[in-house]
C-alpha cells in the first residue's frame, strides 16, 4: 500500500485517473431514484485522495476544463441564437429573468450568511447545478488584487461549498418540478389535461396523429397475406396507402410477392388475395394491420431487403422553420419516416405542428434508396463518423481564449470573461457557424460525450485532489447551516420561474414547466417532470431556455465573485 501511495505522488496523473474510476463508478449507484451523480463523485473522491498531499499541475486542470466549455456552448449554440429571433425571445426573457433570480439569490444568502467569495461562488454552483462555476470563479479570484494566499483559501473553499449544497440542488430540483410545480400551476390533473390538449392540437392536423411518443417506438417493417374481400377485384398500391392514411396510420407497402414473385412496388400495382406485402411505418401503426390486412408472415426472404436509419442536420435552407406535418407531406417523404428529432442533444416530441429548427438532427428510416433521396432534401447528411475535426476545435479554444484574456479596468480591478469565458462564447458560435454550414467543424456525439464529460470530470477531480487537505476543516466552518441554505438557493429561483412563467409570460403549463427546467439547466428534472404529467410535450419548453440558462449561469461565475 505504502508503494501505492508514493507512484500516486511521484505520478499525480495516475491519482487523476484513480480519481475518475472511483468516482465514475460510485456516480451509478442510487438509493431509490436518488443517487450523488458522477460530478460530486468524483470530487468527492478526489478530496479523499487529496489527503495524501497530492500535488498537480496548473496546466492539466486548464486544458481540460477549455474543451468542457467549449463543448458546452458548441451544443447550445444554434439554439442560444435561435432564441434571440422574435419568436423565441419571450423564452430567453424568461430564462434572463430566472438567471437573475438564480445569482441575487445566492448573492443574497452568501451577504447574509458572511461568506467569503469562494464559499458564495461554491454556493452559487451547487445549488443551481451548474459545475463549470467552480472553474470561471476560480480564474476570476486569480485575477484579484489579493495574496497568493488568500487566493488559495477562497479557491479551495469553492468544491466545499459546492459539495454541500449540489445534493438538494440536483435531487430538489427534480422533487419541487414534478411535484410542487404542477400543484403551482392548476393541479397535477389540469396539467395533465392540459398536455393532452395541446399534444391534440399539435397533431389533430395530421393524418398519423398517434405517432407523435418517440421512446419506445422505432419504425419497423412487417409482412402480411392478403386475406380481406376488400381487395377482391384488385386494389391500387396507392389506394391501400390512401385508405390507411384515412385511418390515422401513415404506412407505405415497401415490397410485394406475387405468385412466389418478389416484383418492385410502384403506386398503380394492383394488389389482390394471397398476395403477400411488407408495411413499413411506426411501430403502433403497423401492430394490428393482421386483424384487417390478413395474418403476419414470418418470412426472412420477404423482409429482406436494405433499410437505413440515416442522421440528417436540418439547415436554414432547407426545411428550417417548417412543421413536422409539412415536412411529411412533401413526395420525398414517401416511405420514409421520422424516427426522433434530437434539439441540443434533448429529444422533443414528433408532434405534428413541431416547428424544425436549423441545427436540429432528424432521425429518418426507410429503404436505403427513399430515405438517401429524402436526407438530400432535408439537409446536410451527417453519417456517423469517429473523426472530430480538431482543427475546428483547437482554433475555437484558441480565438475564445485570446478574447477572454483581453480585459478592462474599473476602478483598478481588471475585468474579463477570462480564458474560460472566452472558450465558452466561442463555443456558442462555432456551434451556431456548424448549424449554417455543417460541411465543416463537426464533432460526433460520442466524442462531445468525452469533452464534456471527462473534461469537466477530469477538471473537478484536480479541484478536488488539490482542496483535500483543506476540505474537512472548511466543512465544518461551514457546517449544516449551508446545506440549508443551498436548499433555499434552489427553491427559490424554481418557485419564482414557475410563477413567472405563469402569470408573466402566461406560458401553457407544459412549456412553463419545461421553461423553468431549461433555465435552470437540470435535464433530470425535465425527466421527472415528463414522467409526472405523462408527456413529452414539457422538452418544446426545454431548449431555448437551457442554451441560455447554460450561458449565464456560468458567466455568473465572474458575476459572484465581483459582487462579494
Not at 32 to 43: E, H
Amino acid at each position: 500500500m505504502e508503494w501505492i501511495i508514493n507512484q500516486l505522488r511521484e505520478r499525480p496523473e495516475l491519482a487523476i485517473f484513480l480519481t475518475l474510476f472511483l468516482g465514475f463508478w460510485i456516480g451509478k449507484f442510487k438509493i431509490g431514484k436518488f443517487s450523488l451523480g458522477t460530478v460530486t463523485s468524483v470530487l468527492l473522491v478526489g478530496v479523499v485522495v487529496g489527503q495524501l498531499n497530492i500535488t498537480i499541475g496548473e496546466p492539466i486542470k486548464a486544458v481540460f476544463f477549455l474543451l468542457f466549455l467549449f463543448a458546452v456552448g458548441y451544443k447550445v449554440g444554434p439554439q442560444f441564437f435561435r432564441g434571440l429571433k422574435k419568436d423565441g425571445l419571450p423564452q430567453v426573457a424568461f430564462a434572463a429573468l430566472m438567471c437573475v433570480v438564480s445569482l441575487v439569490s445566492a448573492w443574497a444568502f452568501a451577504k447574509l450568511m458572511g461568506y467569503n467569495v469562494g464559499e458564495a461562488a461554491g454556493l452559487l454552483a451547487g445549488s443551481q447545478t451548474i459545475s463549470a462555476v467552480i472553474g470561471v470563479a476560480s480564474d476570476t479570484i486569480n485575477q484579484l488584487s489579493i495574496t497568493s494566499a488568500q487566493k488559495a483559501s477562497y479557491i479551495n473553499s469553492i468544491p466545499v461549498a459546492y459539495a454541500v449544497t449540489y445534493i438538494f440542488g440536483t435531487a430538489g430540483s427534480a422533487w419541487l418540478l414534478a411535484s410542487l410545480g404542477p400543484k403551482l400551476l392548476g393541479g397535477i390533473e389540469k396539467v395533465k389535461a392540459d398536455c393532452r390538449e395541446l399534444e391534440a392540437k399539435m397533431g389533430s392536423s395530421e393524418s398519423d396523429e398517434p405517432g407523435f411518443m418517440v421512446a419506445g417506438r422505432p419504425v419497423t417493417f412487417r409482412a402480411y397475406r392478403i386475406t380481406n374481400d376488400w381487395f377482391k377485384g384488385g386494389k391500387q398500391v396507392s389506394e391501400l396507402e390512401d385508405y390507411l392514411s384515412q385511418q390515422n396510420k401513415r404506412l407505405f407497402v415497401e415490397r410485394v410477392r406475387q405468385n412466389g414473385v418478389i416484383r418492385e412496388v410502384n403506386p398503380t400495382m394492383l394488389l389482390s388475395l394471397n398476395d403477400e406485402i411488407v408495411l413499413s411505418g411506426r411501430r403502433e401503426f403497423v401492430i394490428g394491420e393482421e386483424d384487417w390486412l390478413g395474418p403476419e408472415v414470418l418470412d426472412a426472404q420477404l423482409l429482406d431487403f436494405p433499410a437505413e436509419i440515416l442522421p440528417v442536420m436540418v439547415t436554414r435552407r432547407t426545411f428550417a422553420g417548417e412543421t413536422v406535418s409539412s415536412i411529411r407531406a412533401q413526395k420525398f417523404m414517401h416511405g420514409v419516416s421520422i424516427r426522433n428529432i434530437k434539439r441540443a442533444g434533448i429529444r422533443i416530441p414528433i408532434l405534428a405542428q413541431t416547428v424544425v429548427d436549423a441545427g436540429d438532427m432528424v432521425e429518418i428510416v426507410g429503404t436505403k434508396q427513399e430515405v438517401e433521396a429524402a436526407a438530400k432534401q432535408l439537409g446536410y447528411i451527417d453519417r456517423p463518423t469517429n473523426q472530430t475535426d480538431m482543427i475546428f476545435v483547437g482554433l475555437g479554444i484558441l480565438v475564445g481564449g485570446l478574447v477572454g484574456a483581453l480585459s478592462i479596468h474599473l476602478g483598478g480591478i481588471p475585468l474579463s470573461l477570462s480564458t474560460s469565458g472566452g472558450a465558452l462564447i466561442a463555443g456558442l458560435v462555432f456551434g451556431w457557424l456548424r448549424s449554417k454550414h455543417p460541411t465543416f467543424g463537426g464533432i460526433p456525439e460520442p466524442s462531445l460525450w468525452v469533452l464534456n464529460n471527462v473534461g469537466l470530470n477530469m477538471f473537478i477531480a484536480v479541484v478536488g485532489i488539490a482542496a483535500g487537505p483543506s476540505f474537512v476543516t472548511g466543512l465544518k466552518e461551514v457546517g449544516l447551516s449551508l446545506f440549508v441554505v443551498g436548499a433555499l438557493v434552489t427553491a427559490i429561483p424554481l418557485i419564482a420561474g414557475l410563477l413567472m412563467a405563469r402569470y408573466l409570460f402566461k406560458f401553457h403549463p407544459a412549456l412553463a414547466l419545461g421553461c423553468t427546467a431549461g433555465a435552470r439547466t437540470t435535464t433530470a428534472a425535465l425527466g421527472a417532470i415528463q414522467d409526472a404529467v405523462e408527456s413529452e410535450t414539457p422538452a418544446l419548453g426545454y431548449t431555448v431556455t437551457y442554451a441560455v440558462g447554460n450561458t449565464l449561469l456560468i458567466i455568473w461565475g465572474v458575476i459572484i465573485v465581483l459582487l462579494i
